[in-house]
């Protein structure tokens, strides 16, 4: 078939590919540069770099839908969205100390995976997959009281914030906001993380909101302003804390 001439390494993963995600594969294939790679972890996972793009497999675990989520990223780079990237460079373009601390790689990555992951859902279902299968860790929940106590224990003393408490706020509630198992009842987190610093907590649930509008078939939507517009409110936020 076709899709084997550009990448003949995809040979020993052809069960990856079906009627259900061959015409997405089929695009990106065409227009991107990609690479497989074995993973080593029991995991799927995708890298992109300016010229490539390496979707690593789990060999033990050769599983379709893991496979789109990850091709998903990739038609999402084919259209030249890069939701990581794009919120570095405007971090960047603030040139504030503090917020380069608090947006380390690892959480504007973190950021990136699952903000894309609210726009590639629907694509998933809508090609025919479950909503279950669209992470490996769908039944586990995203945040626990200890990761929560952590945060509380952490965040400030004294009237003095912490760089790593306010990532690791930030980090939670993006990943409780992004979990797509409805059955995950994260209410008392909410209530712990709005106690512990309100106006924060209202930035990120801005933030969020405004995420919820973006629509990709939209050609004049710009995910850019609603980024930039939530880096702008964290600057200000963090122009009034002092920091340890």
């Known amino acids: 078939m076709l899709f084997y001439m550009k990448n003949p390494i995809l040979k020993k993963y052809s069960s990856l590919i079906d009627n259900r995600n061959r015409?997405?594969?089929?695009?990106?294939?065409?227009?991107?540069?990609?690479?497989?790679?074995?993973?080593?972890?029991?995991?799927?996972?995708?890298?992109?770099?300016?010229?490539?793009?390496?979707?690593?497999?789990?060999?033990?675990?050769?599983?379709?839908?893991?496979?789109?989520?990850?091709?998903?990223?990739a038609y999402l780079r084919n259209k030249d969205l890069n939701v990581a990237r794009d919120l570095n460079l405007i971090i960047k373009n603030y040139d504030n100390e503090y917020l380069n601390i608090i947006f380390n790689k690892d959480l504007v990555d973190h950021i990136g995976n699952c903000l894309e992951h609210i726009i590639i859902l629907p694509l998933f279902v809508n090609l025919g997959f479950k909503n279950h299968e669209f992470l490996t860790d769908h039944n586990q929940k995203k945040t626990s009281d200890q990761n929560i106590e952590l945060i509380e224990n952490n965040f400030s003393n004294n009237g003095l914030f912490s760089y790593e408490g306010i990532e690791h706020y930030i980090a939670n509630y993006i990943a409780i906001k992004s979990c797509n198992n409805k059955f995950h009842n994260y209410e008392k987190y909410h209530k712990r993380l709005i106690n512990l610093e309100k106006l924060l907590y209202r930035l990120l649930s801005n933030f969020w909101d405004d995420w919820k509008t973006y629509d990709i078939n939209d050609p004049y939507d710009n995910y850019n302003e609603i980024l930039d517009l939530f880096i702008n409110d964290m600057q200000e936020w963090v122009k009034t804390k002092s920091f340890l």
């Open 23 to 73: 015409c997405i594969w089929e695009e990106v294939n065409r227009n991107l540069n990609i690479e497989f790679d074995s993973s080593f972890e029991p995991n799927y996972g995708i890298n992109t770099t300016k010229d490539l793009i390496t979707i690593y497999i789990d060999e033990k675990n050769i599983n379709s839908a893991s496979f789109t989520h990850e091709l998903l990223h």
